[in-house]
């Protein structure tokens, strides 16, 4: 599916487009509220830090997080451009749920879970570099999870092999299941939570 999807991507830009609109509307009729309920009943293993799902308003303090990255901090973590255009769009569309992460009203953190209406999701997360080590790439795994089974949806992600912090956060919100071997020593994974 994973591949198909990407050929369709690739090859027909308008046609995803429409498939993504279509998509992205009918995920916010069937689950947005039910999803807000859940992100709002999600508690952080640690007090300091605050989950909230964000907005189109939200687009210019991505991008300031992105900018306090250190050179090369997207070796790994490429699933969108990083900037105000696009995260604008990510933001307003049905499709995604971005939850951020605060540490005292400043952003040090953001989760994605990109829904399709054949119940897959596919997930991304990024921690400021001093935040990192702290488990909240974990809790991020944790309130992804936590959403997508309460909805049903099976979690997939692509993982490089030499990206050992996020094999290892994968695993510890559950198993993960190998489901390709990609090009460039990635993983095609399948997050399985401990109860699956």
């Excluded at 909230?52 to 050179?71: C, F, G, N, T, W």
């Excluded at 489901?179 to 699956?196: A, F, G, P, R, V």
Aim: charged share 20%.
């Amino acid at each position: 599916m994973f591949l198909f999807v990407k050929k369709i991507k690739d090859s027909c830009p308008c046609l995803w487009n429409l498939i993504e609109y279509i998509n992205g509307f009918v995920i916010k009729i069937l689950y947005s509220r039910k999803i807000s309920k859940l992100i709002a009943e999600f508690k952080p293993l640690n007090n300091d830090y605050v989950f909230r799902q964000l907005s189109k308003k939200d687009a210019s303090i991505l991008v300031k997080l992105i900018e306090k990255q250190p050179l090369g901090f997207d070796n790994y973590f490429k699933p969108h451009p990083f900037d105000f255009k696009t995260f604008s769009k990510i933001l307003s569309n049905g499709t995604y749920v971005v939850i951020g992460v605060f540490n005292e009203n400043t952003l040090i953190g953001y989760c994605f879970l990109r829904l399709f209406i054949n119940r897959t999701a596919y997930r991304g997360k990024l921690v400021d570099k001093s935040f990192q080590g702290r488990g909240i790439g974990t809790q991020m795994g944790g309130i992804m999870n936590y959403i997508a089974s309460k909805i049903n949806f099976r979690v997939f992600a692509t993982i490089s092999k030499d990206n050992i912090a996020s094999l290892k956060s994968a695993k510890a919100n559950g198993t993960i299941k190998i489901i390709k071997e990609l090009s460039d020593n990635y993983l095609y994974i399948e997050i399985l939570n401990s109860n699956s």
